[in-house]
């Protein structure tokens, strides 16, 4: 099992790690595991990355800077935002510093030469191996209000009735979703592999929609990275949900070199998945949210996917993707990432029943406690 560790260095202007820090911790751990590859950032710090590429060269572990693409990047440039049905802009949320979850429309072709010259600027000299991209994806469940239903800016109207979605019907069914008191609200027919079919024709044609342009985009940007000579890892949701916030984890798996779905169960934050069904419910009804989980295969049906239930999940990404790295949440963090002991030791069950390929101690190792290293450090590996 391949193993990686992630670090926030912080947003681009507060820089939040210590190199000193973060090198003696690594110490600690790279004496008694091989570590694949470090993701880091997305503070603009040439000098500290070098600084760690230097300290990480004689293991040979690899270094990813941690670049987020449709998020965050209104630091350097002006974007164009998503828009929701009433082609209005969503609301923005902070959790920590340095971090805002605004998003912008990945059809807006100059949302994406943004992207390009912001990196081409001030990162394309790094001393890195890669880039790990996040945030390529629409707002999901916990940006609130109807912001999952995006983005229906002018280019993205023109692009969908290219592409033969009636969007008028489209914006009425959205809307009258919410006045729907029923269990399955947005009518979702079928989930196989990880994707979506829904009953209603334009609602069908939409997420096809959202999940044909995130997937043409990061290869477009997949593109990009490679010919600089970079490995390109990508951060998804975990792949029972990513589908419906634009991201298709078999697609997106033909291109990049890996993948690292986002597996928090104890995380009420963006992407925790207790936190999306828990907003999910808000949305609609408390049915809704169990419907939801049922139809994934989830029999407890408590806001989170079980142990079986991932277990069967990671099974099915072993056998059938390359290079998929679990990423779980090991850090703690105050009212947001609450994991303990027992959850750290029931993932190596389940990643061990799995046959995981690989796992990402996610998502800051400064704030992971000792005793979830410990129980890291202390498993035996096949592989070592
Ligand atoms: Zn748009």
Redesign the pocket.
Known sequence: MKKYLQVFSGGFSNLEVDINKLKEKLLKIMKIKKIDGIIIGWNENKELYKELKEFLRPYETKLYFWFPVFSELSYYKKF?K??DCKEEGIENFSFQEGENFEFY????IENIKNIKEIFNDKFSDYEIDGVFLDKIRYPAFSNGGKAVF????????E?MREKGIDVEKLKIYIEQSFEKLESNPLEIEKYKNFRYKFKNKEMNQYFQFKNDSIVEKINELIDFFKTKGLEVGLDTYASDISYLFGQDIIRLNQKADFIKPMYYRRTYAPAGIPFEIQTFKKMYNKEAGEFLLKIIGEEDLKDNIGKKQMTEEVKYLSKNLENIFLGIDFNRKENIALSNEEYIKEVFDILEEGDSKGIVLSWDLMSIPEEHLKIFLEKEDKCD
Not at 150 to 157: G, K, L, T
């Open positions: 164009s998503v828009l429309c990945p059809n807006t995006s983005c229906f800016c002018p280019v993205c109207i692009k």
